[in-house]
């Protein structure tokens, strides 16, 4: 089992930057590799970003250049440090892990992030 707890989440101007961060707990070791997934209301689950266990990283076209997925295994947290965000990227943020093997999914609670004037 893996739980993870999000955080960092807020209310951010159009261009501002946040940082959010993930803390993984319980079956550290048995994870494979984390991300961050943002819903929008009405809309799917969308990948924004992931990092695998080797520190490889993978981000969507959108955010290529202005998101960066990093990890500090001492603290067994995953950040997201988001910059010049825009108003289309209000959503839920969720963290996201999964385990080596069976490849099972495990998520958090979710982070909402508004980005308004």
């Known amino acids: 089992q893996v739980?993870?707890?999000e955080s960092g989440g807020g209310l951010v101007?159009?261009?501002g930057s946040l940082r959010l961060s993930c803390v993984a707990a319980g079956s550290i070791g048995s994870i494979r590799a984390m991300g961050w997934y943002s819903q929008a209301p009405g809309k799917q689950r969308e990948l924004v970003a992931t990092i695998t266990?080797?520190?490889s990283t993978n981000y969507a076209d959108s955010v290529k250049g202005r998101f960066t997925i990093s990890r500090d295994k001492a603290k067994n947290t995953v950040y997201l440090q988001?910059?010049?965000l825009k108003p289309e990227e209000t959503a839920v943020y969720y963290?996201?892990?999964i385990v080596k093997g069976n490849l099972?999914?495990?998520w958090g609670q979710g982070t909402q992030?508004?980005?308004s004037s």
């Open 53 to 55: 266990g080797g520190g």
């Open 95 to 97: 963290c996201n892990a």
């Open 13 to 15: 101007q159009p261009g």
């Open 104 to 106: 099972k999914d495990y």
């Open 3 to 5: 739980q993870l707890v």
């Open 113 to 115: 992030v508004t980005v």
């Open 82 to 84: 988001m910059n010049s």
